[in-house]
């Protein structure tokens, strides 16, 4: 199976600065029709995920501009240029490339 | 835009049989593939299975931890998906959500399935 690893497992962050969280892949992400189908999520507690960002860096309708995701291969990053309130939680990317799926072990995002 | 409304979980023994839902509204379900995301009490999420449309073969796939136990169903007449668990296992306990297309763009709010005796 591949394996999705994150860094850091938990992240404090000041309102109004940056943060970047790190997925590394055990294998290229690149499919045969040469889409990277790496997809990142937010999960506030109590809550469902909401996924954030699709194919390393596309962003889904409603998600704020302050999100972006970046990477190719094997090293994707997701980066917070201002941190709110709102966005603290848990984030996680998962890969659609490969049977079966897999997540990241997650990254906790607070104040 | 629609939505997925999963049900059916419960408390059930270790050893036992539970089969749980996903209803879906407000988009053709046929057209989609459907996954089963499972988190277990304070832990992350954990990929369960996915049941693909039958434009990409209708094929399903299963996680290795639940591999020839569970079996994923769907009904596309009805919109609904079923996880159907067998030989349940303490560790099986955890909130089960669905999701839609391979990037899961959509999720269900979950179900709690408890394995205890």
């Known amino acids: 199976d591949v394996v999705l690893t994150q860094s850091p497992l938990s992240l404090p962050v000041t309102l109004g600065q940056p943060a970047s969280i790190s997925c590394k892949s055990s294998?290229?992400?690149?499919?045969?029709?040469?889409?990277?189908?790496l997809t990142w999520f937010h999960q506030r507690p109590g809550q469902s995920p909401r996924r954030l960002i699709y194919k390393v860096s596309i962003r889904d309708s409603g998600v704020p501009d302050r999100f972006s995701g970046s990477g190719s291969g094997t090293d994707f990053t997701l980066k917070v240029s201002r941190m709110e309130a709102e966005d603290v939680g848990v984030y996680y990317c998962m890969q659609a490339t490969y049977w079966p799926r897999t997540f990241g072990q997650g990254t906790k995002l607070e104040i | 835009e629609g939505q997925l409304v999963e049900s059916g979980g419960s408390v059930v023994q270790p050893g036992r049989s539970l089969t749980i839902s996903c209803k879906a509204s407000g988009f053709k379900f046929g057209d989609f593939a459907i996954n089963w995301v499972r988190q277990a009490p304070g832990k992350g999420l954990e990929w369960v299975g996915c049941f693909r449309s039958k434009a990409y073969g209708g094929t399903v796939h299963y996680g290795a931890s639940v591999r020839g136990r569970f079996t994923i169903s769907r009904d596309d007449s009805k919109g609904i998906a079923y996880l159907q668990m067998n030989s349940l296992k303490t560790e099986d306990t955890a909130v089960y959500f669905c999701?839609?297309?391979?990037?899961?763009?959509?999720w269900g709010q979950g179900t709690l399935v408890i394995v205890s005796s």
């Open positions: 294998l290229s992400l690149v499919d045969d029709d040469g889409n990277t189908y």
């Open positions: 999701g839609r297309k391979n990037q899961i763009d959509m």
